[in-house]
């Protein structure tokens, strides 16, 4: 393994723009060495901020003062592009691919609180169409570990193995959910002002067709948190979030999220209309887990 790179310390939360700029004109072609991948970290104190009130509306909550179990990953997310945009990061930030998200909350966060966020990344394992990583971030709160996720990106600008891994099955539950969306051709754009996330590939048909895309498709940070709103999970104790995206959500459209008890929490998995699997996951207490 190659030395690690000096911590990025960022006083306030990076610009997102100018990152994204940054993204869209680099040239990493010839970069990745297979031996490695460099430790790349960042950092930065912050406070909630002002949009909090816009991610609960448009994602179903009210959460009473307290952060919504995905939020902190929205304060992340200009620290995981600094990250993906550094000069030395050997994969293009443009095409990468959000496949998992493994969130731990150890206890529920106050909205009046300053947090401490640490975001790093460092190696990377070959997969069927590419390469893998896990983007790795903690939430501190007074030297307390509070939050913590494990985000899983792939990359298809270096040749995969070509083998296939066996996918999570899909439980049988009886539905204690089972609720449409009808998502609007603009819901990328209003999560992107929230979050600060105008990539392309979430804006408008021109701008996704730039990348591959047949229109614009959802972040699926945003289908995500409006399936957690609408599951029954505990307020109290250490909860873990896990979720394997699998197919993107195009704009317009309408989604089927359908939800039930398994293992001691709540297994989920969001529907296109044809009946395929966006995305599925388990909401539940920590130390039922290993169960699920």
Not at 98 to 123: F, M
Not at 148 to 170: C, H, M, N, Q, Y
Not at 203 to 208: D, G, H, I, N, S
Not at 250 to 259: D, E, S
Request: a neutral charge; glycine letters at 8%.
């Amino acid at each position: 393994m190659t030395e690690p790179l000096a911590p990025m310390h960022f006083e306030k939360s990076p610009s997102t723009m100018g990152l994204l700029w940054k993204a869209a004109t680099a040239r990493k072609k010839g970069m990745f060495a297979r031996d490695g991948m460099r430790r790349f970290e960042a950092a930065m104190t912050c406070d909630v901020g002002d949009e909090l009130a816009k991610y609960e509306t448009l994602c179903g909550f009210d959460s009473q003062g307290y952060l919504p179990m995905a939020y902190p990953h929205v304060l992340a997310a200009p620290l995981h592009l600094a990250i993906a945009t550094h000069t030395s990061f050997p994969l293009p930030a443009m095409g990468l691919i959000h496949a998992k998200n493994r969130i731990v909350q150890h206890r529920r966060i106050r909205a009046d609180e300053t947090l401490h966020l640490r975001c790093w990344i460092e190696g990377h394992r070959v997969a069927s169409v590419g390469v893998e990583a896990d983007l790795m971030t903690e939430v501190m709160i007074e030297d307390r570990l509070v939050w913590e996720s494990s985000t899983t990106i792939l990359s298809r600008a270096v040749e995969g193995d070509g083998v296939k891994r066996p996918r999570a099955e899909t439980p049988d539950m009886a539905f204690a959910v089972d609720t449409e969306w009808d998502l609007p051709s603009n819901l990328g754009r209003q999560y992107g002002g929230l979050s600060k996330d105008y990539n392309p590939i979430h804006l408008y048909p021109w701008t996704a067709k730039l990348f591959g895309f047949k229109r614009q498709i959802a972040h699926g940070m945003c289908l995500l948190a409006k399936a957690v709103a609408e599951i029954d999970a505990p307020e109290e104790g250490a909860l873990v979030l896990d979720v394997a995206f699998r197919k993107p959500v195009f704009l317009p459209t309408r989604v089927r999220l359908v939800a039930g008890a398994h293992a001691e929490g709540q297994a989920f998995r969001l529907l296109s209309d044809q009946g395929r699997v966006h995305f599925q996951g388990w909401l539940g207490p920590l130390e039922q887990k290993d169960t699920a």
